[in-house]
């Protein structure tokens, strides 16, 4: 591939819908090791393959079949099962097949074109999904089929995560629901509200703030968890290059993992196995990464090596800990729209059962 820093994979996410609009939500690794999110639509993969055609005519096999050396790019069929949603996700993997072959051989000419298209753009820096965006996420494979008769969400890939911080709420029951820092947490369903159905060990469900949970990290011999095991993740609306020793150089749109805050206008970060500084400015909330986290995809920069970073003092005072931003409570009728009835019974709820809290 041309140029210092180039995609070397993609993996597909999720399909993201917003009223009539489909994107196609991919993490896509760099070669500087650091990992973004990006959303597509398929128009945008059918001009990039008209360009690569149109400038790489030999490749194409535009002049002779026996040279085509670019790859196809196939549409789902109209008659897949799942309407309009299920043909989403049947592009979504086909179009990780292609852009998977794209970068699978690095002496093709069109690496330039492979990473403007996907470096990371306005959209894919924004904070939050518009609202009203509904995110899919595809099943790696087909579920083994249950006994007639029976409802069970044992089928649904279980997702462990850690909470942050303690918070109370209530149960999908009404009763108390309290976690502790580190507890363990099953994420059952996941809403783009941010409010997500998580169970504790007594096997309680409620909804959740995403916010408040994350990835559960190894922890080191000493029973102590690593630098940059905990914290809030964010996103780097731009590039930034270090001046200091004591700081971080990222580029766009990366991933970092934020340990401390402070009002004095830099924090104390985690990107690339290393920690250091960073200019709160250039950060802000990761809202489709934290979103999208979850087993299979690419590991963040903040989180791809084990080593210890060695920054050195900041020479301000201690910065503090600021609790993650709580979003807000969809209304009962938003989870319900989004909740089959299947699904309603599995939970063990009615068409009428209660949403999140």
């Not at 140029?3 to 690794?29: D, N, Y």
């Not at 996420?137 to 462990?160: A, H």
């Not at 749109?253 to 709160?280: K, N, Q």
Request: hydrophobic share 35%.
């Amino acid at each position: 591939m041309a140029g210092p820093r180039h995609p070397v994979s993609v993996c597909a996410v999720a399909l993201v819908q917003t009223e009539g609009l489909q994107t196609f939500a991919f993490s896509v690794r760099w070669s500087d090791d650091s990992n973004t999110f990006v959303r597509r639509t398929w128009d945008e993969f059918r001009r990039l393959h008209k360009t690569l055609k149109e400038t790489f005519p030999v490749e194409a096999g535009l002049l002779r079949r026996s040279n085509r050396a670019l790859p196809k790019l196939p549409d789902a069929s109209l008659l897949v099962r799942g309407g309009r949603t299920g043909r989403g996700l049947a592009r979504l993997r086909l179009l990780e097949t292609y852009a998977q072959t794209l970068l699978a051989d690095e002496c093709m000419p069109w690496g330039l074109a492979l990473t403007s298209f996907f470096w990371p753009q306005s959209q894919d820096l924004e904070p939050r999904l518009p609202p009203g965006s509904l995110v899919i996420l595809p099943v790696p494979e087909e579920p083994p089929p249950s006994p007639v008769g029976s409802l069970s969400i044992s089928s649904l890939e279980i997702l462990s995560l850690h909470c942050l911080q303690p918070f109370s709420t209530q149960d999908t029951q009404g009763r108390p629901f309290h976690v502790q820092a580190q507890e363990a947490l099953d994420v059952l369903l996941r809403h783009p509200s941010g409010w997500w159905l998580v169970e504790n060990e007594n096997q309680q469900m409620a909804w959740f703030p995403a916010p408040y949970l994350e990835m559960a990290m190894g922890r080191g011999q000493d029973g102590v968890q690593p630098l940059g095991s905990s914290g809030s993740q964010f996103c780097a609306s731009r590039a930034y290059e270090g001046s200091q020793a004591d700081e971080l150089s990222v580029p766009a749109g990366a991933r970092v993992r934020v340990l401390e805050m402070s009002d004095r206008g830099w924090w104390l970060c985690r990107f690339g196995g290393r920690t250091g500084l960073l200019p709160s400015v250039l950060l802000q909330p990761d809202g489709l990464g934290m979103l999208l986290s979850g087993p299979g995809l690419h590991c963040g920069a903040e989180g791809g090596e084990d080593r210890e970073g060695e920054a050195q003092s900041s020479p301000e005072p201690k910065a503090t800990t600021l609790p993650p931003t709580v979003p807000a409570r969809p209304l009962l009728s938003a989870i319900q729209s989004r909740c089959c009835a299947i699904t309603r019974r599995a939970l063990g709820q009615d068409p009428v059962g209660q949403g999140p809290p």
